[in-house]
């Protein structure tokens, strides 16, 4: 299966699919009404003249300079249509489409069986992808079972969902739904698909200002009023109009033809990435099946529907009559290609899930033995003893191979996040899905273990923080004091959802209250950088702070000192010995191959958390090669001694999360060699 970098890669390649596509058809319309255009305004001028026909023009009775006036008019109006829509979803983000579809956003801390069950899934999801926690948004009064993932990045992406599939699909069937949109979120269609978005808006602009056109025309053409000449020249208006209509919605139809060739290949590559990550054919086969026995179907009825036709899990829209307009493969095959037995044996009756339905089906699926720990509203804990603190792996393995296990989305990690939740104490697991429990808990992560430290702490607490997050801190702390390391950085990304919903000043008032907390002791451990770096990456995009431009770096000999500042203060972490951090260097500087030959083990003073972080800004701005050789080389050199410890997991995160590269929270394969 495709790694994160190869899918990046796809991603990337398809964009420029679409944008050679799209431009042509851009041009050609662009060809068409300048040359249409043209001709019209010269026979209006020639006819005044009692010249010739336009049909008689020769070449040399051309005027280039006016056909490139009338290009340019046309080109700007459909850029001006692109740029205004990518604008205004930039602006919103993934919320906005979902608002625009009817959603309403399911808040962390609701208790309703099907809210909580896909809001648990789709954390579960999130930790074991290295995800940002998407917000989850229901259309309420959509009955057919379908979802979406939109957004321009994972910092603003949400995960849409209609009632149908939370009311008709159990939790396997659901977590395939959800396994395949992450797909989306994980591998670059996001952005792929606001894009189609954009250019089709702007392709539409020229109909619809053609259909204006012709309809002005049309209502002022009154010959009692006008003159013979005026209207002579409403005619030419009324005709321009109309190739201007017939251009942009031909325009039109050529992009959706684009538009649904691109979308159904990239659904059957998600319905693969869905299976790779749950393991479980028979759940997104059995929701696809169910699409198929619904009477409703995967339709959805909102007004908008068709302008994010090609987001949808399943076809959002009426059969077409001609399958080249559809945006998703037929249902039979995508059901074939999960389960090669189907015959098209659809269920004749699909009934609704309530909570007594899916205790049961899991009852039964474990055999009788009980309920399993994961189900949707459990409120038992996992012994955190079964979270593991180590991974063992054998050292001689390529890191290709490491990379493949440890950072694509299984199973595996599937059940870990499960386990990690359900391991921590129900009062944390609550707190941390609504705003002030959320804000209370992670700043009782950056509660210094000193005594002086954290009475400075508590001093910067009374003073700058919210009198009823404060309250829930002294609350909380007992549980706080008590988590495992390995739960922090988990535990930062379980919040992201409430912390959204914070206002603009909540936000800008918790962002002052961290830095007082963390400056109390004059210095920054690895932790609180770790945890400053993924919150505020996060949420400053959410709060709609811009980011910085970056210029694409392609050679690896700019980045050498930056590389090296990185491997070094790796190689150096929970390592005593010199020798050994340098050595444990030396091996992940044969990930670079020929190139090795620019990465130094750097003295300690160039290798300060200040060096680090101003090396993982410059690193962001790396071509994809480099970003995975730079991975690759850090997991080779955290494997070294053959074991990894919570900070080394911790640091990875961050800087996977630099190279906007998603990765879990920590490197755990409980009781597993990679092989």
């Not at 001028?45 to 020769?58: D, G, H, K, V, Y």
């Not at 808040?107 to 940002?132: D, Q």
């Not at 004091?481 to 959802?497: F, N």
């Not at 770096?533 to 709609?544: S, T």
Request: net charge positive.
């Amino acid at each position: 299966m495709r790694d994160f970098f190869e899918r990046q890669r796809l991603a990337q390649r398809k964009t420029w699919q679409l944008m050679v596509y799209f431009l042509l058809a851009v041009g050609l319309i662009v060809a068409m009404v300048t040359i249409v255009c043209y001709v019209l305004l010269s026979f209006s001028i020639q006819r005044l003249n009692s010249a010739a026909t336009p049909f008689n023009l020769t070449p040399s009775q051309w005027d280039p300079l006016v056909m490139a006036q009338i290009a340019g008019v046309v080109s700007l109006l459909i850029l001006s249509g692109t740029v205004y829509k990518y604008l205004r979803l930039q602006s919103g983000g993934g919320s906005m489409i979902a608002e625009m579809l009817g959603g309403r956003i399911i808040y962390p801390a609701s208790n309703e069986f099907h809210e909580r069950r896909i809001l648990n899934i789709v954390e579960e999801m999130a930790l074991a992808s290295g995800v940002t926690v998407p917000s989850v948004y229901v259309m309420e009064r959509e009955h057919g079972i379908n979802a979406f993932a939109a957004g321009f990045s994972q910092e603003d992406a949400v995960l849409g969902v209609t009632r149908g599939a939370l009311k008709y699909l159990t939790r396997e069937e659901l977590q395939g739904v959800v396994a395949h949109e992450f797909s989306h979120i994980l591998y670059g269609d996001m952005l792929i698909n606001v894009r189609l978005q954009g250019i089709l808006h702007g392709i539409l602009v020229l109909g619809l200002l053609g259909e204006f056109m012709l309809k002005s025309s049309l209502f002022y053409d009154d010959s009692s009023i006008r003159s013979k000449a005026s209207h002579s020249g409403g005619v030419y208006f009324a005709v321009i109009g109309l190739i201007m209509l017939c251009c942009g919605y031909t325009g039109v139809f050529v992009a959706k033809l684009i538009k649904s060739a691109l979308s159904r290949q990239r659904e059957f590559l998600a319905d693969a990435s869905a299976v790779q990550f749950t393991r479980n054919p028979s759940g997104l086969a059995g929701a696809l099946k169910k699409i198929g026995g619904l009477q409703e179907g995967s339709l959805i009825r909102n007004p908008h529907a068709s302008e994010i036709s090609h987001m949808y899990f399943g076809n959002g829209l009426s059969k077409s009559w001609l399958s080249a307009f559809s945006t998703h493969p037929p249902l039979l095959e995508r059901i074939r290609r999960l389960d090669p037995e189907f015959r098209g044996n659809f269920p004749q009756e699909v009934k609704y899930i309530d909570a007594t339905e899916e205790e049961a089906m899991m009852y039964a699926s474990a055999g009788g033995r009980g309920a399993p720990a994961h189900k949707g509203v459990s409120s038992s804990e996992a012994d955190a003893a079964t979270i593991n603190r180590h991974i063992f792996i054998d050292s001689m393995v390529g890191s290709q191979d490491m990379r493949e296990v440890l950072l694509s989305p299984s199973a595996e990690h599937m059940r870990m996040a499960r386990e990690l939740i359900e391991s921590l104490p129900g009062s944390i697991r609550r707190g941390v899905r609504n705003g002030f429990g959320s804000r209370a808990i992670i700043y009782g992560l950056l509660l210094d273990d000193k005594a002086t430290v954290r009475q400075k702490q508590f001093v910067a607490l009374e003073q700058h923080a919210d009198p009823k997050v404060y309250a829930e801190l002294q609350r909380l702390l007992a549980k706080i004091d008590g988590l495992l390391p390995e739960h922090r950085l988990p535990l930062v990304d379980l919040s992201m959802p409430a912390l959204k919903n914070l206002s603009k000043n909540q936000y800008a008032s918790f962002r002052k209250v961290i830095k007082h907390l963390m400056d109390a002791d004059q210095k920054i451990d690895l932790f609180e950088y770790s945890l400053q770096h993924v919150l505020i990456k996060h949420l400053d995009a959410h709060f709609g702070k811009p980011r910085e431009n970056i210029v694409p770096i392609t050679s690896l000999s700019r980045l050498r000192d930056d590389i090296s500042c990185v491997l070094s203060l790796l190689a150096r972490l929970d390592r005593t010995d010199e020798e050994t951090a340098r050595k444990s260097l030396m091996r992940a500087a044969r990930v670079f191959e020929k190139e090795m030959k620019y990465i130094s083990f750097l003295p300690t003073k160039f290798c300060s958390l200040k060096y680090f972080d101003a090396s993982l800004r410059k690193l962001e701005s790396a071509g994809m090669d480099i970003k995975r050789k730079v991975l690759d080389a850090c997991l080779e050199c955290i494997v070294y001694d053959d074991q990894v410890t919570v900070r080394e997991a911790e640091i990875f995160r961050v800087i996977a999360d630099a190279l906007n590269c998603p990765a879990p929270p920590w490197l755990t394969l409980r009781d597993q060699k990679i092989q």
